[in-house]
């Protein structure tokens, strides 16, 4: 069973950065899609930013301009930085692979804190 792995989430203060990666435990075979949601409490799980095959990204209106999506395909990894953070960026944030078979696979999830 394939897991991926998020790390880097924690508590800055509004303004900081920090840097989310997410790593597959083993090699995914045809990625078509990797993506960054995230879930705030009492409040559905929105799409932040998602890097499509050959690099195209989309992101939501919110993180525009402040958060950028890559993509190391070598190591199965999608990483997420997110400058000039917001008290409203407050989630739990959870990465999500989509293959061209159909295959999803999404991570447990790691809490991102915003301090005003």
């Known amino acids: 069973q394939i897991q991926l792995v998020e790390s880097g989430g924690g508590l800055v203060q509004a303004g900081g950065s920090l840097r989310l990666s997410c790593a597959a435990s083993e090699t995914i075979i045809s990625i078509n899609t990797m993506a960054w949601y995230r879930q705030a409490p009492g409040k559905q799980r929105d799409l932040v930013a998602q890097i499509f095959t050959g690099d195209r990204t989309n992101y939501a209106d919110s993180v525009k301009g402040r958060f950028t999506i890559s993509r190391d395909n070598a190591k199965n990894t999608v990483y997420l930085q997110m400058d000039r953070l917001k008290p409203e960026d407050t989630a739990v944030y959870y990465c999500?692979?989509?293959?061209?078979?159909?295959?999803?696979?999404w991570g447990q999830g790691t809490q991102v804190t915003v301090s005003s």
């Open positions: 999500r692979v989509s293959t061209v078979v159909g295959y999803i696979y």
